[in-house]
C-alpha cells in the first residue's frame, strides 16, 4: 500500500499539537478537592512525611512517588535518524519514549531535555537530579561521550542508570542471538561475528555478546573509516579489544565463512554476494532504520538456510527496544536497585530468550495474524505486544538485583509479585494495538457512504495510509476534491464512486435488480429498486454484498435508524439471528469493557436479551478476550420481584442452560459487578466471584445508551462503536458526530470483521473483479 511522506507530516504535526500540545501530564493521585485534602496535600500536612523523610530517607520511596518515577535525560545529540537536533527538537521523542515506559509497564516519567554538550558538566547535572527520580534512562547522547556519561554516572549514583541506546539493542538482538544460535546448531564461543557499525549500540551489543560467551577474537568491526585495526591511534579501550591485525581487511573479504553479521549501521551495503560467501547456517542481524544493510526479500533468497532479523516491524523477528526498557526498569525499581548490573542484563536476555520457546496466547498470534506462532526460524523472540512481557522480564531482572547484591528492598512472594505486575496494565488492555495491527496484516476494502465530509475524508486518508484498509469514497467527486483540498487532506490515491453519476448507470442497474428480486414483496416495486441505488447507503450496502468491497461505514450525518435499515433490507442477518443488536467496546484504565445494547433494541423480552448476550460472547471471543458477562439490573438475585428483575434473571437462566460453560451471572446491579469483595462477602455463590468482568448487558436501551454514554463522557473512557452485531456481512453504523479518532477505530473493527467474514481472499476478489480493477488502474 502506498505511503504518502506530506501527509504523515501533516498528520504528525497534528496529533502533537491539537488539544493540550505534547504527549504527557502530571495526573495527581490522591483527592484534592476538598480544603482538607488540600491541607493534607500540601501546608500544613505535608510536612509530616517530610519529617519522617529527614528522620530516614529511605521513607521517601513510602511517601513520594520517586520509586516509580524515571527520568529520560538527553542532550539531544544522536537522535535516532536526525543526529545532533538539539534539546528542544529532541523533547518530542523524549516524550514518546515516557508514554512507552507508561503503556507497557505503568511507570510514570519525566523528560528532561539539557542544554549541555560537556560531558563532565552534563554528569553534574544529572547526578544533582538523584533525590528526585528512582532511576535515569539515558537516550539519544552521541558516542564516544555517552560512553563516559553512563559510566560516571553509574559509578556516582546509587539509583539504576541506563543508556538504552546502547543496552536496550544489546539485550533484545542477544536473546536473539541466542535463539539463532540454536536453531542453527552453533555454539557461541566458537562463531564468527561481522560488525558493521561501530557505534554506542555496536560497541554494548559486541560486549554483550562476549558476556555470553563469544571470544574478542571471533570478532571484525567496521566503521565508517573502516576495520577497527591495530594500527588505528583513533580507537578507545574498549574498541581497541576488538581490532584485527590486518587493515586491508574489507567487509566483502569479512563476509567470508562468517556465521552472525551484525548491522548497526546504513542502509544497503551488504550484498547478496556477501551473504552467500558467509557459513553454512548463517544468522543475519540487519538492524539499520528505515532500511537495513541488505533487505529481508535480498538475503532470504539466495539462503534458504538463513535466520534473519531486522529493527522493522513488517518483517519478522524485529529488534525492538521496547521488549527490553520497560520491563527492565519496572524490576529495577520494585526492588529499589542501586544500579542496573550485567546480572540484570543476562537475566532480560535469558528471559526473552526463554519467553519465545514457550506457547504463544492466542491474543498475540490475533495481533500479527498468524494461526500458531512458535519458536522457530520467523519467530525468535516475542513480539511487541505479548502481554506476557511484563510479568516475565521484570522478575526475572528483580531476581538477578537481589541475587547480585543491588536491591535495597527483598520481594518474598514472587508469584504475588507476578499477579500484581499483570494487574498494573491489565492483560487484555492492549486490545487496541492488537486490533490495528491485525487490520493491517491483512487490509480489506472499506466503503465511506458520505465522504463528503471533512471528518470521513480524514479518516479515510489515515487508514490509508497506515495500511488499514482501501478506502472507497462515495459521492460527488466535485465536492469531494473541494472539501478535501479545503482541508488540505490528500486524497490523490482513493477512488472515488458517484452512484448519481452516468458512469454508474450500468452499475445501478445491475445492484437495484438485485435489489428487487431481494424486496419485491417487501413494499418496492420495480421502478424504486432502480431508483433507489442513486442513494449512497443503499450503494455501499450492495457493493458489500456483491463483493465489490468488503465493508462499509455509514451513519456520520444520518439518524440512526435511516442509516442501519439500507444493512437490514440488502445484507440481512446471520443465520439464526433473529434481531440485530449494538454494542460499544470501551477501553477503560481496567481494561475493555463490552457494553450492549446501546443502540437498536428498545425493550428486548428474556429471550431476546440471551440471545443478545449470546451475540456479544461471540463477538468477544473473536479479539481473543473470554467474556465473562454481568446481566445487568437494579436488583441483585431476586432482591426484588419487580417484572423487569425478574426477566433478566430468567434471561440469566437461559443463557446458561444454552452454553453452561459460558461465565455468567444476574440480574445484579453494575456496582456489584466490580466489587469482588462486596460480590464475595454478600453473594458467594454468583459465578463472577473473583472473575473480572468485561461484558455489560442492560436491561433495555435507555440503560445501555446512558451508561456508556456517561462513562465515554464522564469516565473519559475511549468508545469505539457502536459494533453492529448479527449482520451477515459487516457493515457498522458510526454514531452521530463521530469524531475521526472514533472513525479510524471503527474502520479498524469493520476491517477485522471483514477478515472473519469474508470467504474470499481480497486478492482473489480483485483478480475477478474488473470493475475494481478498473477503480485501481485510475487510483494509479
Known amino acids: 500500500m502506498a505511503k504518502n511522506t506530506d501527509l504523515r507530516k501533516e498528520q504528525a504535526l497534528e496529533y502533537h499539537a491539537s488539544g493540550r500540545p505534547g504527549k504527557i501530564e502530571v495526573v495527581p493521585t490522591k483527592e484534592a478537592k476538598t480544603q482538607r485534602d488540600l491541607s493534607l496535600a500540601y501546608s500544613p500536612g505535608v510536612a509530616e512525611p517530610c519529617k519522617e523523610i529527614q528522620n530516614n530517607i529511605e521513607e521517601v520511596y513510602k511517601y513520594t512517588a520517586k520509586g516509580n518515577l524515571v527520568a529520560v535525560i538527553s542532550n539531544g545529540t544522536a537522535v535516532l535518524g536526525l543526529g545532533d537536533i538539539g534539546p528542544e527538537a529532541s523533547k518530542p521523542v523524549m516524550e514518546?519514549?515516557?508514554?512507552?515506559?507508561?503503556?507497557f509497564a505503568d511507570i510514570d516519567v519525566f523528560?528532561?531535555?539539557?542544554?549541555?554538550?560537556?560531558?563532565?558538566?552534563?554528569?553534574?547535572?544529572?547526578?544533582?537530579?538523584?533525590?528526585?527520580?528512582?532511576?535515569?534512562?539515558?537516550?539519544?547522547?552521541?558516542?564516544?561521550?555517552?560512553?563516559?556519561?553512563?559510566?560516571?554516572?553509574?559509578?556516582?549514583?546509587?539509583?539504576?542508570?541506563?543508556?538504552?541506546?546502547?543496552?536496550?539493542?544489546?539485550?533484545?538482538?542477544?536473546?536473539?542471538?541466542?535463539?539463532?544460535?540454536?536453531?542453527?546448531?552453533?555454539?557461541?564461543?566458537?562463531?564468527?561475528?561481522?560488525?558493521?557499525?561501530?557505534?554506542?549500540?555496536?560497541?554494548?551489543?559486541?560486549?554483550?555478546?562476549?558476556?555470553?560467551?563469544?571470544?574478542?577474537?571471533?570478532?571484525?568491526?567496521?566503521?565508517?573509516?573502516?576495520?577497527?585495526?591495530?594500527?588505528?591511534?583513533?580507537l578507545d579501550t574498549i574498541r581497541r579489544k576488538f581490532a584485527v591485525k590486518r587493515s586491508d581487511t574489507t567487509l566483502e573479504r569479512a563476509m567470508k565463512d562468517a556465521d552472525v553479521f551484525l548491522g548497526l549501521s546504513v542502509g544497503n551495503v551488504v550484498s547478496q554476494e556477501m551473504v552467500k560467501s558467509m557459513a553454512k547456517n548463517p544468522i543475519v542481524f540487519a538492524m539499520a532504520n528505515p532500511d537495513p544493510e541488505i533487505s529481508y526479500e535480498d538475503a532470504i533468497a539466495v539462503r534458504k538456510d538463513i535466520i534473519m532479523a531486522t529493527g522493522r516491524t513488517d518483517y519478522p523477528n524485529q529488534v525492538n527496544n521496547v521488549l527490553g526498557f520497560p520491563y527492565i526498569f519496572r524490576g529495577a525499581l520494585d526492588v529499589r536497585a542501586t544500579q542496573i548490573n550485567e546480572a540484570m542484563k543476562l537475566a532480560a536476555v535469558k528471559a526473552l530468550a526463554e519467553l519465545a520457546k514457550s506457547a504463544v496466547p492466542d491474543i498475540v498470534n490475533m495481533a500479527y495474524n498468524q494461526t500458531n506462532m512458535s519458536f522457530g526460524p520467523e519467530y525468535i523472540i516475542p513480539k511487541p505486544l505479548d502481554p506476557r512481557l511484563l510479568s516475565t522480564v521484570a522478575p526475572a531482572v528483580a531476581k538477578a538485583a537481589v541475587e547480585s547484591g543491588v536491591a535495597q528492598k527483598q520481594i518474598h512472594n514472587w508469584d504475588a509479585y507476578v499477579v500484581e505486575l499483570n494487574k498494573r496494565l491489565g492483560l487484555d488492555n492492549q486490545l487496541l494495538r492488537v486490533i490495528g495491527n491485525k487490520a493491517r496484516r491483512d487490509p480489506k476494502r472499506l466503503v465511506f457512504a458520505e465522504a463528503d465530509n471533512q471528518k470521513i475524508l480524514k479518516a479515510a486518508s489515515i487508514i490509508y495510509d497506515e495500511g488499514v484498509a482501501y478506502p472507497i469514497l462515495l459521492g460527488d467527486p466535485v465536492k469531494i476534491n473541494r472539501i478535501a483540498e479545503e482541508h488540505n487532506i490528500d486524497i490523490t490515491d482513493l477512488p472515488i464512486i458517484d452512484p448519481r453519476s452516468d458512469e454508474m448507470e450500468s452499475k445501478r442497474e445491475f445492484y437495484g435488480e438485485l435489489f428487487f428480486k431481494k424486496r419485491q414483496r417487501r413494499g418496492f416495486n420495480h421502478y424504486e429498486s432502480l431508483k433507489i441505488m442513486k442513494d449512497r447507503n443503499h450503494f455501499g450496502c450492495m457493493m458489500v454484498e456483491t463483493g465489490d468491497a468488503d465493508a462499509m461505514l455509514s451513519g456520520l450525518t444520518k439518524n440512526y435508524a435511516e442509516a442501519i435499515r439500507p444493512a437490514l433490507q440488502i445484507i440481512g442477518t446471520e443465520e439464526g439471528v433473529k434481531k440485530i443488536a449494538g454494542m460499544y467496546l470501551l477501553l477503560t484504565k481496567k481494561g475493555p469493557l463490552f457494553l450492549a445494547d446501546t443502540t437498536v433494541n428498545f425493550h428486548p423480552n428474556a429471550e431476546e436479551l440471551a440471545d443478545i448476550a449470546m451475540m456479544v460472547a461471540k463477538e468477544v471471543r473473536t479479539f481473543n478476550v473470554t467474556p465473562r458477562i454481568a446481566m445487568l439490573s437494579y436488583s441483585n438475585f431476586g432482591s426484588s420481584d419487580s417484572p423487569e428483575a425478574k426477566m433478566v434473571a430468567e434471561a440469566t437462566r437461559i443463557l446458561k442452560q444454552r452454553n453452561p460453560s459460558l461465565v455468567v451471572d444476574g440480574e445484579m446491579q453494575g456496582s456489584m459487578a466490580f466489587n469482588k469483595e462486596i460480590l464475595r462477602d454478600n453473594y458467594p455463590f454468583s459465578e463472577l466471584v473473583d472473575e473480572d468482568v468485561n461484558v455489560l448487558i442492560f436491561p433495555n436501551l435507555t440503560a445501555g445508551n446512558v451508561a456508556y454514554n456517561l462513562l465515554k463522557e464522564v469516565g473519559g473512557a475511549d468508545a469505539i462503536g457502536p459494533i453492529l452485531l448479527g449482520l451477515k456481512k459487516p457493515v457498522h453504523v458510526l454514531q452521530l458526530g463521530s469524531t475521526v479518532r472514533s472513525i479510524v477505530n471503527m474502520a479498524l473493527v469493520a476491517v477485522v470483521d471483514a477478515q472473519l467474514k469474508c470467504r474470499m481472499d481480497t486478492n482473489e476478489v480483485i483478480q475477478r473483479s474488473s470493475w475494481w480493477k478498473r477503480l485501481k488502474k485510475r487510483k494509479k
Open 96 to 103: 514518546g519514549k515516557g508514554v512507552l515506559f507508561k503503556i
Open 111 to 234: 523528560d528532561i531535555e539539557i542544554n549541555e554538550k560537556d560531558p563532565e558538566k552534563f554528569v553534574q547535572i544529572v547526578k544533582a537530579l538523584e533525590p528526585t527520580f528512582g532511576g535515569i534512562n539515558l537516550e539519544d547522547i552521541k558516542a564516544p561521550e555517552c560512553f563516559y556519561i553512563e559510566q560516571q554516572l553509574k559509578q556516582q549514583m546509587k539509583i539504576p542508570v541506563m543508556h538504552d541506546d546502547q543496552h536496550g539493542t544489546a539485550i533484545i538482538s542477544g536473546a536473539a542471538l541466542l535463539n539463532a544460535l540454536e536453531l542453527q546448531k552453533k555454539k557461541i564461543e566458537k562463531v564468527r561475528f561481522v560488525v558493521n557499525g561501530a557505534g554506542a549500540a555496536a560497541m554494548a551489543c559486541t560486549q554483550l555478546y562476549v558476556a555470553l560467551g563469544a571470544k574478542y577474537e571471533n570478532f571484525i568491526l567496521f566503521d565508517k573509516d573502516g576495520v577497527l585495526h591495530e594500527g588505528r591511534t583513533d
